[in-house]
């Protein structure tokens, strides 16, 4: 899981103007990944996304609020957001329209 804003992504990305939080798989811990796999699970309305497991067991995902509806920069950090893994990618419950990728 990492992050990135458009300003950051390089030129010859062809989704150059999205940036939010990414996942992208790994086969083996410390190997190479390929970032061309990676695939968008947030807008860039939230920021350095992290993993964490609830006292349930539960998996959430907690992150940096960057910028709200307006634009304007947020700099909070989110309630716990319930995720699932629908086997082929990573899905967020219960969000704002506007934190998932469009």
Do not use: K
Not at 19 to 30: A, D, I, R
Not at 58 to 79: H, K, P, Q, S, Y
């Amino acid at each position: 899981m990492f992050s990135c804003l458009h300003t950051e992504m390089a030129t010859e990305r062809e989704d150059r103007r999205r940036g939010g939080v990414w996942v992208v798989p790994v086969e083996e811990p410390l190997e190479s990944v390929d970032v061309d796999h990676a695939v968008r699970v947030t807008s860039e309305a939230l920021y350095s996304g992290r993993l964490a497991q609830d006292r349930s067991g539960a998996w959430v995902m907690l992150a940096f609020r960057n910028i709200d509806e307006a634009g304007e920069f947020v700099g909070e950090i989110t309630d716990p957001i319930p995720v699932t893994w629908d086997g082929a990618r990573l899905r967020l419950s219960d969000v704002p329209e506007a934190w998932l990728p469009g």
